[in-house]
């Protein structure tokens, strides 16, 4: 025969809180483990971020006359790179990661050896400032700039020369990009509201194609499939469908200040390439980083940080995601690899020629009559689960030996307000609540007031403590009438029924104030 201990079951309160913030999906997880280090006193606003395309993707940041190229496992400054005669605008590595260009405000673009920080080739032609240079992905031989003058000019590097100016914009050029298919098309941004695709190879400079985003357009970017692009301008991000003919696809506005710059990301599992979702990452100056979701057409994730967003950057190999705000303070996430830490484990277990033969467990030792209890089970394992022996608060004990009143008294004593509505509820059940009411003495009963006037006006009790404080006044009247002290509980009691009554004719003027707005902004 079983024990009366086996089939008794803690009471637990059945009126559990909803939580007002949803779970945590797997890919908020994912953005999540991004571990946030800052790097502070960059004098000025970080105006651009790269990264290398080349292992192990070091970063660079441009801030007032300065370009610092920054080491991705360590965060520290692997180069400072100064020769600039005004404030340092944009940068990009060529696609080996052995040169880097970066321009500034004074119309000059440089070229730099990563390692020796030597300039290379100065290309001057801008006569305003440079807002932005790019180097193709597959192309170690141009590049694209544009800027104030509202020109965009395709570059040969080697012989510091403009091999094209593309003209077509009305207003300064801010931003530009490379597709990732073809070395030969780029698109650009402007003040003038218009984003523009161009080919080097059409005669004439002329625009391929042109989008109006609405506002002045202060980042753009080609999405991995070279078909569609996202630019950002005012509050919003924008998805176009270029081979559709420059169709817009969503508009998304989830930010309440300016988007100040866009970026691409990817989401999945390490060393699995097809896998991976890529996502449009943008950073405002509502301080909020968001991260967008252009299959599903949704905002999958959000971040706040405390100052205004310029810039933004994420690392080929997923691995570490720049952000930089006006102050002068980088926020670089970087995230664990479990893989590569083990394989880097077993790596430095070999290199040191350790081999370690596990001993065979033989009855003369002790651990072979306790081996396998740490063992896991298996994906493909049987499980026999052995019986928990479960712990009763003191509460559950009486109730268990029906003791009722005891109980009541018991967990009034406790001062949880969740166990004590699962023993009211536990009483209901058992039709013996309004007897324990009944046969508490004076001070019990004052304990049990208090405790109704404290939660009987919380929404989560109020359904079950209420009846109950109705059916205690009517029963315990003449008690409560002789005693001074169960009178002043009551005076609470009613205090507090007052005051809720007053909150919630409140809280209804203020709904029949803002349902008339609703309505006419639903009809807007």
């Not at 024990?3 to 945590?24: C, D, H, M, Y």
């Not at 192990?56 to 080491?71: D, E, G, Q």
């Not at 967003?309 to 952000?323: E, N, T, Y």
Request: glycine residues 8%; hydrophobic residues 35%.
């Amino acid at each position: 025969m079983a024990e009366p201990n086996s089939t008794f079951k803690p009471v637990k309160p059945k009126l559990k809180p909803k939580p007002r913030t949803p779970k945590q999906t797997p890919e908020s997880k994912y953005w999540s483990s991004f571990k946030t280090h800052q790097i502070p006193d960059l004098i000025s606003s970080i105006t651009s971020l790269t990264f290398s395309p080349s292992p192990p993707h070091p970063f660079a940041a441009t801030h007032s006359t300065s370009l610092k190229i920054f080491n991705p496992q360590t965060l520290s400054t692997s180069s400072t790179i100064s020769s600039f005669s005004d404030v340092v605008s944009s940068a990009s590595f060529r696609c080996d990661g052995l040169l880097i260009a970066a321009s500034d405000l004074s119309g000059l673009i440089q070229v730099f050896d990563v390692k020796t920080r030597t300039p290379l080739r100065k290309l001057r032609s801008h006569t305003r400032p440079v807002r932005f240079l790019k180097y193709p992905l597959h192309d170690k031989l141009h590049l694209v700039s544009g800027g104030d003058d509202a020109v965009v000019k395709y570059w040969d590097v080697a012989s510091e020369t403009p091999l094209l100016e593309l003209l077509g914009h009305k207003d300064y050029v801010r931003c530009g990009d490379f597709s990732p298919v073809s070395h030969e098309m780029c698109v650009t941004g402007s003040y003038d509201h218009t984003v523009k695709l161009w080919d080097v190879r059409v005669t004439g400079s002329k625009t391929v194609m042109e989008v109006n985003h609405g506002k002045p357009v202060e980042s753009v970017v080609f999405l991995p499939s070279g078909g569609l692009v996202a630019t950002a301008g005012g509050n919003s991000v924008r998805i176009w469908d270029f081979i559709g003919g420059g169709k817009m696809v969503y508009s998304m506005e989830s930010h309440t200040k300016t988007v100040t710059s866009v970026c691409v990301g990817r989401v999945g599992k390490e060393n699995v390439e097809e896998g991976r979702e890529h996502r449009v990452l943008s950073v405002g100056l509502d301080g909020y980083m968001k991260v967008f979701d252009y299959g599903r057409m949704k905002v999958t994730h959000s971040m706040r940080f405390p100052a205004p967003l310029m810039s933004i950057g994420f690392s080929p190999d997923c691995g570490v995601r720049v952000i930089g705000n006006s102050n002068g303070v980088m926020y670089v996430g970087k995230r664990k690899m479990k893989e590569e830490n083990v394989e880097s484990g077993l790596r430095s277990f070999w290199s040191l020629g350790v081999e370690q033969e596990r001993r065979v467990m033989r009855p003369s030792y002790f651990r072979y009559f306790h081996r396998g209890q740490g063992e896991k089970p298996k994906e493909g394992d049987y499980l026999v689960m052995g019986p928990k022996k479960v712990k009763l608060a003191e509460h559950d004990k009486l109730l268990k030996k029906f003791r009722h009143k005891e109980a009541l008294v018991s967990v009034l004593g406790n001062k949880n307000p969740e166990n004590v509505v699962a023993v009211m509820e536990e009483l209901v059940a058992r039709r013996k609540l309004l007897k324990c009411v009944e046969n508490l003495g004076n001070e019990e009963l004052g304990s049990l007031l208090m405790f109704l006037q404290k939660y009987s006006t919380v929404p989560r009790f109020s359904g079950l403590l209420m009846g109950l404080t109705k059916k205690v006044l009517e029963m315990r009247v003449e008690d409560i009438r002789a005693s001074e002290a169960l009178k002043g509980q009551i005076r609470n009691l009613k205090r507090s029924v007052e005051e809720e009554i007053r909150i919630q004719h409140s809280l209804q003027e203020l709904q029949g104030i803002i349902s008339p707005l609703l309505r006419i902004a639903g009809r807007g």
